[in-house]
């Protein structure tokens, strides 16, 4: 794997685990580092070269079962990281920045849902065009 997804999916995983701590266990600094380091960490991800990933599966039905929600996190990971931050920065900062860091967890979610909706939209359009 290439180590923009690697870096994403990791951040991503931070971020989660730090949201699901207490609020009292953490505090509002370190919501404010996660929402830096997410951001940070989307805009390595976004200006990185482009490459590709190719994951080789085979006809195995139980390994593509199992390895389609791996592929679906690292390929979506972006839009987490964009999610989790924008609710750690809700979490973190106060008056005005809590909006933006809300705007940018909502334009995550966005994401997130788009990535699952237009993919099953392009197939049924295919499947209605043959």
Known sequence: ???????????????????????????????????????ATLAISLLSPGDQMSIRIGRNGWKRIALMPVIYVVAASPFIVLTEAGFAGYRGFAASMRYVSLTV???????????????????RHARKAN
């Open 105 to 123: 967890g909502i334009i995550g979610l966005l994401g997130l849902v788009s990535s699952f909706v237009i993919p099953c939209l392009v197939r």
């Open 1 to 39: 794997m290439k180590i923009r997804f690697v870096l994403t999916t990791l951040v991503a995983v931070v971020l989660g685990v730090l949201l699901s701590l207490k609020a009292s266990q953490v505090t509002p600094e370190r919501y404010r580092i996660s929402f830096f380091l997410g951001l």
